[in-house]
């Protein structure tokens, strides 16, 4: 077991919670979150998987302020039940959890389309739910994805039957979400809370440090992933784009940030660009109105 890394402690007192914190890029938000001196909430659908992340973190940050909240974003029931555990202020959300594949057919519990209902949806309605626990000064973060930029977003027929690819799809869902959350920048903006979003880049499991019963990659093939490492980054990496636009100074509502390097697969933090329709009022709203809509669920502002 490697030693615990150095505590800092520039994030005491705040309180984050991270969707899908039990693996890949969730947990490294997670863990170096909890490291920062941060109070961590992990929405996670299994306990089991929660508990392997509350473990590893533990090792990393003895004593580290962890809590885990239950959550299915494929559920309205689960995300009502979600919201009414969690009884404490928050500072800050990285709406992270996400389907990255799925068949045509596939639907949530509540028969929405499942990358739509969980990756946009199922945000949509915790956030409108624990709406009242945030901060005054709180920060929402939208995990978006470069394939954003390759789909197109249709509010009236957002949970319909789709056509194309499975990654078109995908994009279509993260696309939703990133339109999301500049439309609830929009609408805070008579407020201190802000609403941004952050992508990973490329990041992959192969180039990722080591966690027990998290990432344990074998040695062949991380010796194999390494000739990657120019053009791609671990999963640890990915996760510093969505940590800067939770925590950092500089980053503001209505942002975009990602890594910074050759085609924004792999680097360091930068604001990088987001697509005209995400950034589109009229498309904002009408997505906020059908999302109300699919899940039942008024968002207050
Ligand atoms: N990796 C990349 O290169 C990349 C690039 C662009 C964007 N992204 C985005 O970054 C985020 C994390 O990606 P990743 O590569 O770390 O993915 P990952 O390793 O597959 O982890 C996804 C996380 O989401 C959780 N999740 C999925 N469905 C859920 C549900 N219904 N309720 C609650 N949690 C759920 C998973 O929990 P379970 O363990 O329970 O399944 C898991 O914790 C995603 O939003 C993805 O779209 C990733």
New binding site residues.
Partial sequence: MDAPLPQRHDLDGRTILV?????????WCAERLAVRGARVLL????PE?AQTAVDAITAQAPGAALRVIP?????LDSIRGAAADVDERIDAVIC?????SAEKKAR?HDGLDLMIG??FL?HFALLAQIAPLLADDARVVA?????HRFAHIEPDGLSASWRGSSLRQ?GRS?AALMAFAFELDRRWSDTARSALCA???????QLTASRPGLVEVPRVVRGLAALSRPFVQG?DD?AAPLIHAATAPDARGGDYWGPGGMLEFRGAPARVRASDEVRSPTTGAALWAAAEHLTGVPFPT
């Fill in positions: 969707t899908g914190a039990n693996a890949g890029i969730g947990y929405g996670c659908r299994s998987r959550v299915d974003l494929g559920s992270n959890a996400g389907v990255k949530t969980t990756n199922g995990v978006g994805s470069l394939a995908y993260k992508h990973p880049g490329y990041a992959v499991d999963k990915g």
